[in-house]
C-alpha cells in the first residue's frame, strides 16, 4: 500500500519475532531470576533474550543501521566514557566495573536494536505498551499473592530483588500503562486491562514504602491535574476520568490501609515521612529523627569523590566498597553517581541525556496535540518529568524498566515523524484532486480514520531518516 509517491507502509514485524520482543520485555520484570552463579542481579532472563536477538538479528531483516537519533548519540559517548573509566578503577572494584560496563554497553545495544525495528517494520507505541500492560497484569497479581501469603511481610517484593527495586519498576510501569489507557482506539478488554494495572502498579507503590517513588508520582500526578485544570473543557475526558480513577484509588487505599494489612499501614505510615525526602532536596543535614540519612550520607561520599576526581571521576562502578562509600552500596541517585564515576563529564552527559528526554517528550506532545494521540503524548511528557525526580533518589540507569521507556519514548518519536509525513502527503493529494476546503478536510478524514484506531498503521517515509 502506499499514499502518494513518498509514503510508504513497510513491512510489519513477522509474528514469531513480535512473540520473541514481548518475551524479551516481559522478561524486564523479572530481575529476581539469575542464570549465572556468581554474578549476581544483573544477569537474567532478560539478558539471555538479548543475547539472543543478536542471533536472530538476521531474521529482523534490518537492511541498514540507523543509530542518528541524539538520544542514542549519547548513550553511545556514556558508554565509551564509561569504558575509559575503567582505567582508573582499583582491583577491588574491577569485576563490578566490568559488569556495569557490561550493563551500559547491554542498554546501548537493546535501544539501538529495537530503534532500528522501529524505523524498519510497521510498530507504534501501542506494540511496546500493550506487552507492558499484560505483563503487569501477571506481575501485578503476583505481588499481591505473595504478600499475602507472607501475612503482611514488608519486604515482599513478588518477582523483584527487594521493596525498592518493585517501587522504582512499578512507576515507570505505572506511567507506561497510563500512556495506554489514554490510546486512542484501544478495545474495551485492553482498556479494562490497563485500569487494572493501574490499580495493582499503584498498590505495589504504596506497600514499597519508598517515599520517594511516592513524591516523584506525586508531583507527576499534580502536574497532569495541572494540565486538566487549564485545558478546554471537554477536551481531556479521558484523561480527567483516569486520573479520578488513580486519585479515588490511592485515596480510598489510604483510608483503609489499618484495616486492610500490615503493608498498607506501613505506607500510610511512610506517606507523613515524605517531607524527610524534600528536606534532603534542599540540603538538610539531618532527617527528622536528628540522624543522617542514607542519601545525605551517600551524598558526603560523592561530594569526596568528585573533589578527588573532578573531571573524570573514581570510574564507573568504582563508587561500591571504596573508601568513599559509607555503606558498601552503589550511588542510589543517578545524577549522583555519574558525577562520582564519572566525574563532570558523566554529568554533563546526563544532563544531555535528561534534556533530549524532557525536551523530546514537550515536543513531541506540541506536535501531536491535535491529533487524536494528544492525551498519550501529554502522558509521555509528564511522565518523563515525574521520572527525572525519582532519577534523584533512584539508580534508574541500570533498571530495564528505564530502557523500556526509553524504547517507548523513541517509538513516540517515529510514530509522530510518520503521522505529519503522512498527514502532508495526504493534504497534498487532496489539494491536487479539490479545490474546496470542505471536500479537503473529509478527505483527510476518511484517510486518518483507520489511522486513530490501527497500532500498526505506522507508515514510513523515505525521507524521514
Not at 507502509?9 to 549465572?36: D, Y
Not at 554529568?347 to 491535535?370: H, N, V
Request: aromatic share 12%; hydrophobic share 50%.
Amino acid at each position: 500500500m502506499s499514499v502518494g509517491a513518498k509514503v510508504t507502509i513497510p513491512e510489519t514485524l513477522p509474528k514469531g519475532l513480535q512473540v520473541f520482543v514481548a518475551l524479551w520485555l516481559f522478561s524486564g520484570f523479572l530481575t529476581q531470576l539469575n542464570v549465572i552463579p556468581g554474578i549476581r542481579n544483573n544477569v537474567g532472563p532478560f539478558e539471555i533474550c538479548g543475547l539472543l536477538s543478536l542471533i536472530l538479528l538476521p531474521a529482523f531483516r534490518l537492511h541498514s543501521v540507523e543509530a542518528s537519533h541524539p538520544l542514542i548519540k549519547i548513550l553511545a559517548v556514556i558508554t565509551l566514557a564509561a569504558a575509559i573509566s575503567q582505567l582508573q578503577i582499583g582491583p577491588a572494584q574491577r569485576q563490578f566495573g566490568m559488569i556495569q560496563l557490561a550493563i551500559m554497553v547491554f542498554l546501548l545495544v537493546f535501544v539501538t536494536l529495537l530503534y532500528n525495528v522501529l524505523l524498519q517494520h510497521r510498530l507504534s507505541p501501542e506494540f511496546f505498551l500493550r506487552i507492558v500492560a499484560y505483563a503487569i497484569l501477571i506481575v501485578g497479581p503476583w505481588i499481591v499473592l505473595q504478600g499475602a501469603r507472607s501475612g503482611g511481610d514488608i519486604q515482599v517484593a513478588g518477582p523483584f530483588r527487594n521493596r525498592a527495586h518493585m517501587a522504582s519498576y512499578m512507576l515507570t510501569a505505572f506511567w507506561l500503562v497510563l500512556i495506554l489507557a489514554l490510546w486512542p482506539g484501544l478495545k474495551k478488554r485492553l482498556r479494562w486491562v490497563c485500569f487494572a494495572d493501574l490499580a495493582l502498579t499503584l498498590y505495589a507503590i504504596a506497600v514499597s514504602g519508598r517515599r520517594s517513588v511516592y513524591l516523584s508520582l506525586i508531583i507527576g500526578l499534580v502536574t497532569l491535574g495541572l494540565v486538566i485544570f487549564v485545558a478546554s473543557r471537554g477536551k481531556r475526558l479521558r484523561l480527567f476520568i483516569t486520573a479520578s480513577f488513580i486519585i479515588l484509588f490511592l485515596g480510598g487505599l489510604y483510608f483503609v490501609a489499618d484495616a486492610v494489612s500490615p503493608q498498607t499501614a506501613f505506607f500510610k505510615g511512610r506517606v507523613g515521612e515524605i517531607d524527610d525526602r524534600l528536606r534532603q532536596v534542599v540540603g538538610a543535614d539531618e532527617s527528622s529523627q536528628g540522624t543522617k540519612s542514607f542519601f545525605i550520607l551517600q551524598r558526603e561520599g560523592v561530594k569526596q569523590a568528585f573533589r578527588n576526581s573532578p573531571i573524570l571521576g573514581i570510574g564507573w562502578g568504582g563508587f561500591p566498597k571504596s573508601r568513599y562509600s559509607p555503606t558498601g552500596h552503589e550511588v542510589h541517585s543517578t545524577p549522583l553517581r555519574f558525577l562520582a564515576e564519572l566525574g563532570a563529564i558523566g554529568l554533563g552527559l546526563y544532563l544531555a541525556m535528561m534534556g533530549i528526554l524532557l525536551g523530546g517528550s514537550y515536543r513531541l506532545f506540541r506536535a501531536m496535540r491535535r491529533t487524536p494521540y494528544s492525551d498519550s503524548y501529554l502522558a509521555l511528557a509528564v511522565a518523563i518529568w515525574s521520572m527525572s525526580v525519582s532519577y534523584l533518589y533512584n539508580r534508574h540507569i541500570t533498571e530495564r524498566a528505564f530502557w523500556i521507556l526509553l524504547v517507548v519514548y523513541l517509538a513516540a518519536d517515529v510514530f509522530a515523524r510518520r503521522w505529519h509525513t503522512l498527514h502532508r502527503a495526504l493534504s497534498t493529494r487532496s489539494a491536487g484532486t479539490s479545490t474546496g476546503p470542505a471536500a479537503k478536510q473529509g478527505s483527510l478524514a476518511k484517510a486518518f480514520r483507520p489511522a486513530a484506531v490501527s497500532p500498526t498503521f505506522a507508515p514510513a517515509s523515505s525521507t524521514e531518516r
